[in-house]
């Protein structure tokens, strides 16, 4: 056995076939799962369908069923279903993939450093229907606040953050051009024969709001709102209207064109809900859909959903400086996942150590005499603390060895060292 500096840092390297057996086994490396399932990899109804089945409820269910899994987080757009899994076992992919609803082909696969790039492009608007919006940072942050973990230091809310403030970082401010209201703005107006068409908006919400921005020169404008009325400054700036639901086939009546963009996730309109005397160009931007697909039956209707705007979007070139930044900021924030993922050693001494101490207090019973239900929590609490606080100085140079094998090497040899099993008693 050699002592040698690491980084000003004292380490131990093993030398020989002597030492190696004695170590202690690996625990089981976390690893990193993304599960795709959006508009670039199956259909609208496809994913309207899984959008209406996986939620909040049944990832409960499904993580309380796996124990190797240490975290989930779901993320919920406009146009993509997605999971993002740290678990102890590789298989639990797999088994995350036969759980979840859809077709098992559909739903796109990927682990490690290609989970995390995936993620910060998606939050960088990469891989959004208009390159670079903004809204879908703000939903992973969204998604960063409600993470399933039974894991001691959570790993996935920090990297989500992290994928939202780089993407806030490369652009601090997105242009409204790169918005889905735009494209949606945009298509409407390619459509509708007439200048200066009456449009609809159903929706009050942010993307209502944008779409009503972007018409604001182009058309006049009804917003239809459900329960919350639309600020008055905001009404005057655009000159738009706003009406309840209640009045909305009034409203149809006269409209030339309709953008569905409400986050209800019903059906706001069908084939009987409009006029069959008057041509209407319907932009549906919901998923799932607010726009009943059969009204494609209806006479003198053109209507328009986010898959066929998806399959028509252009991309566009991809700015290199930022590109680059974008891929150091993935390599970071990668890393020190690793770090972080390097919990499974820390696991392993702390399972030893908290055995030892309920066996320690068992024997110290005896001689504790009768206590009451307070005293009892007191007691544990007190040595809780106590084998904390012993703990941390060891835990946290655990954290600080870097990944790889000599710091895999490294930390065997220390859990050795540290684990309270091998006392005497």
């Known amino acids: 056995m050699v002592s040698s500096p690491v980084d000003g840092v004292a380490t131990v390297r093993l030398t020989g076939a002597a030492s190696a057996a ?16 959006s508009l670039d990899t199956t259909s609208i109804d496809a994913l309207e369908s899984v959008a209406r089945a996986v939620n909040a409820r049944r ?3 499904g993580f309380d069923e796996r124990g190797p899994t240490e975290e989930v987080a ?35 696969l990927r682990s490690d450093r290609e989970a995390v790039r995936h993620l910060f492009e998606v939050a960088a608007g990469r891989r959004s229907l208009a390159v670079g919006e903004r809204e879908v940072r703000d939903q992973v942050r969204s998604a960063s606040r409600k993470i399933w973990s039974r894991h001691p230091r959570p790993l996935l809310r920090e990297l989500l953050e992290s994928a939202a403030a780089t993407a806030d970082e490369l652009a601090p401010s997105v242009p409204p051009s790169r918005s889905i209201a735009a494209i949606a703005a945009t298509a409407l107006l390619e459509r509708v024969a007439r200048p200066f068409p009456r449009v609809v908006v159903i929706g009050a919400g942010t993307v209502g709001r944008q779409v009503t921005e972007c018409l604001a020169s182009s058309a006049r404008v009804t917003v239809v709102y459900r ?6 400054r905001f009404l005057r700036g655009t000159g738009a209207r706003a009406v309840r639901v209640p009045d909305l086939a009034e409203e149809l009546a006269v409209a030339d ?3 569905a963009a409400a986050k209800s996730g019903e059906r706001c309109l069908d084939a009987d809900d409009l006029p069959s005397s008057r041509s209407l160009v319907l932009i549906d931007l919901g998923v799932p859909r607010n726009i009943d697909p059969t009204v494609r039956g209806a006479p003198n209707v053109q209507l328009v959903d986010l898959g066929e705007l998806s399959a028509h979007r252009d991309r566009g070139p991809v700015d290199a400086d930022s590109d680059l930044r974008l891929e150091e900021a993935v390599d970071r924030h990668y890393r020190e996942f690793e770090r972080r993922a390097l919990e499974s050693w820390i696991d392993a001494l702390r399972r030893s150590t908290e055995s030892l101490r309920r066996s320690e207090l068992e024997r110290a019973r005896p001689f504790l005499g009768a206590l009451t239900a307070e005293q009892e929590v007191a007691v544990d609490r007190l040595t809780r603390r106590l084998v904390a606080r012993l703990l941390l100085p060891p835990t946290e140079r655990l954290r600080s ?5 000599d710091g895999e090497r490294l930390r065997r040899f220390a859990l050795e060292l540290f684990d309270p099993t091998t006392l005497d008693p």
């Not at 779901?74 to 639990?92: K, Y």
């Open 22 to 37: 004695t170590l202690p086994a690996e625990p089981p490396r976390l690893r990193l799962f993304n599960l795709e399932l």
């Open 59 to 61: 990832i409960d269910g």
């Open 74 to 108: 779901l993320l919920v757009t406009c146009h993509r279903v997605e999971l993002f899994v740290v678990a102890r076992d590789p298989a639990e992919a797999d088994r995350w993939l036969r759980w979840l609803p859809g077709d098992a082909v559909s739903w796109r």
């Open 227 to 232: 329960e919350r009325v639309p600020d008055d």
């Open 257 to 259: 064109g309709v953008i």
């Open 401 to 405: 060895l870097p990944p790889g094998p």
